[in-house]
């Protein structure tokens, strides 16, 4: 896993502050701590999308009117996962 982390830090997918934590965590560690870093970043792509698509939606239904921020908040509290 050394050669990952090191080809990653090199790729610049992962910070030189990420690299040595992995580097001081055994394979299996490493290789747990990547999956858990991998599902929280997918997560995360998830709910930006999420908002994003809300506020799109929201802007194109507004046609000109006044944006109205609470009603705004509130369609972006509906698609986030609690």
């Given at each position: 896993?050394?050669?990952?982390?090191?080809?990653?830090?090199?790729?610049?997918?992962?910070?030189?502050?990420?690299?040595?934590?992995?580097?001081?965590?055994?394979?299996?560690?490493?290789?747990?701590?990547?999956?858990?870093?991998?599902?929280?970043?997918?997560?995360?792509?998830?709910?930006?999308r999420l908002v994003a698509d809300a506020i799109r939606g929201y802007l194109d239904g507004?046609?000109?009117?006044?944006?109205?921020?609470?009603?705004?908040?509130?369609?972006?509290?509906?698609?986030?996962?609690?």
């Open positions: 896993m050394h050669c990952s982390v090191v080809a990653a830090l090199h790729a610049g997918q992962i910070s030189a502050r990420n690299a040595d934590t992995f580097l001081r965590l055994n394979p299996g560690e490493q290789a747990r701590e990547s999956e858990r870093r991998f599902s929280e970043a997918h997560e995360r792509e998830t709910r930006l507004c046609s000109g009117r006044k944006v109205n921020l609470t009603d705004l908040r509130k369609i972006i509290r509906e698609v986030l996962p609690v």
